[in-house]
């Protein structure tokens, strides 16, 4: 009887020692997949972050070569205006240091293209400018009677605030002649033309 029972308590250990070895054998099964598992996301997370890495470094190096370039551009165009804004103030200060006689022939044909009647009132620059002479304006007027005009072109007693140039007065209106204001009125069209004679190496 006691050999039985002693059978039956062994076999039941027996069981039981397979039965939790299996558990085991599971749990070990398991957990070496899920190291496996982890390993591979492990990987996987640092393949991302090292390719997130390279696209970041890549967008910073993209957006500093494109900072770099627009500064460059905007450093090149403010050299090109100060060039083109030169070459304008290098007419007025070749107009303003004219020999007298050249200066005088420029003003008479650009007084003498406007249809004058004949006694406007002719504004000169203020002191500092070329400033017009009554000689000149009596020539001025010989040339227009010769040409049947009234030939009564005044010297205004005001001035003007430019250096080279003229101002027509007549019937309360006024044409500015000033060649700064010339200038200023042709800059838009011709500046174009001015910049691709400079720049036309590039």
Do not use: L, R, W
């Given at each position: 009887?006691?050999?039985?029972?002693?059978?039956i308590t062994g076999r039941i250990l027996e069981d039981a020692r397979q039965e939790a070895q299996g558990i085991?054998?599971?749990?070990?099964?398991?957990?070496?997949?899920?190291?496996k598992n982890k390993a591979k996301e492990g990987h996987a997370l640092k393949d991302r972050l090292l390719v997130k890495a390279r696209e970041a470094a890549d967008e910073r190096k993209r957006r500093m070569i494109s900072a770099a370039t627009l500064e460059l551009k905007q450093k090149e165009l403010a050299?090109?205006?100060?060039m083109i804004d030169k070459s304008f103030a290098a007419v007025l200060?070749?107009?303003?240091?004219m020999p007298q006689a050249e200066y005088e022939k420029l003003i008479s044909e650009l007084l003498l293209s406007y249809p004058l009647e004949g006694d406007e009132d002719i504004v000169s620059p203020a002191?500092?400018?070329r400033v017009l002479n009554q000689q000149f304006i009596n020539r001025l007027n010989e040339q227009l009677r010769a040409a049947g005009k009234k030939g009564e072109l005044k010297l205004s007693?005001?001035?003007?605030e430019f250096k080279t140039g003229f101002?027509?007065?007549?019937?309360?209106?006024?044409?500015?002649n000033s060649f700064e204001s010339i200038l200023r009125m042709v800059r838009d069209e011709i500046e174009p033309?001015?910049?691709a004679l400079l720049f036309s190496e590039e």
């Open positions: 009887m006691n050999n039985g029972i002693e059978k085991i054998d599971d749990a070990q099964i398991k957990a070496d997949e899920i190291k050299v090109k205006q100060q200060d070749k107009i303003s240091n002191n500092g400018g007693s005001d001035s003007g101002i027509i007065k007549f019937n309360g209106m006024e044409i500015n033309e001015v910049a």
